[in-house]
């Protein structure tokens, strides 16, 4: 099966930095989608993106189909931004196969 | 609108139970997927239904079980638990099945089973 691999794993930031997050993916896929999971374990919707580029708030994502990868950026970040943040591809159906995360703790 | 709701939030079972999860999708969606997510890890899919139908299953054992009801709203069924079934297990719902836009899946904020 397809094989998503997230870096870094884990990323700690002073609050106000900048941070890119990345994906790789090891087949073609019909779409990509970017998630914060909260404390709490709440999956967040950031970015729905098999291609392109899109742009909410501070965060913004890219995604280059034809290489295999997308990147999640975060500017300025801020306390509420830590979690963790998941990659997840469809290949087949809708399933989705999500990466490892990237364990992100920004400190005030 | 509600999103996805599940209940319970948590569970507490003893090994060689049983236990049913319950799901219920964003108004007007008619797919639901269920994930396991270990600790640490990302998680893993185990079922999609869509209109009632089985649409996909994942590398569960068939102790795993699931349905879909006329009002889309959706049961996990496991059987005779393990310790490794201890995990949060997540619902999403979407409005189709066909892996396009209209497939963008929201969560529920998961039931966290914790086998003994």
């Known amino acids: 099966g397809i094989q998503v691999e997230q870096s870094p794993p884990d990323l700690i930031l002073q609050e106000g930095a900048n941070s890119t997050l990345r994906c790789n993916f090891s087949?073609?896929?019909?779409?990509l989608q970017w998630f914060h999971q909260n404390p709490w374990g709440q999956l967040i919707n950031l970015f729905y993106i098999p291609s392109g580029t899109k742009q909410n708030g501070r965060l913004s994502a890219t995604t280059v189909a034809t290489e295999r990868y997308s990147l999640l950026y975060i500017s300025s970040s801020q306390t509420t931004d830590s979690g963790v943040y998941f990659c997840?591809?469809?290949?087949?159906?809708?399933?989705?196969?999500f990466g490892e995360g990237t364990q992100l703790t920004v400190n005030p | 609108d509600a999103g996805v709701t599940q209940s319970p939030t948590h569970l507490i079972k003893t090994r060689g139970q049983h236990v049913t999860l319950r799901c219920s999708p964003i108004?007007?969606?008619?797919?639901v997927s269920w994930y396991q997510q270990v600790l640490g890890q990302g998680p893993q899919f185990i079922f999609q239904?869509?209109?009632?139908?089985?649409?996909g299953r994942g590398n569960f054992p068939d102790r795993f079980s699931a349905r879909q009801f006329p009002n889309y709203s959706s049961e996990l069924n496991v059987n005779a638990l393990l310790l490794g079934d201890s995990a949060l297990y997540l619902c999403?719902?979407?409005?189709?099945?066909?892996?396009?836009?209209?497939?963008?899946?929201?969560f529920g904020p998961g039931t966290r089973l914790t086998v003994l």
């Open positions: 239904y869509y209109e009632k139908e089985e649409r």
């Open positions: 108004s007007g969606h008619k797919s």
């Open positions: 997840a591809v469809v290949t087949s159906g809708s399933r989705l196969t």
């Open positions: 087949d073609s896929v019909n779409n």
């Open positions: 999403a719902s979407s409005l189709s099945s066909t892996g396009g836009r209209t497939d963008t899946q929201y």
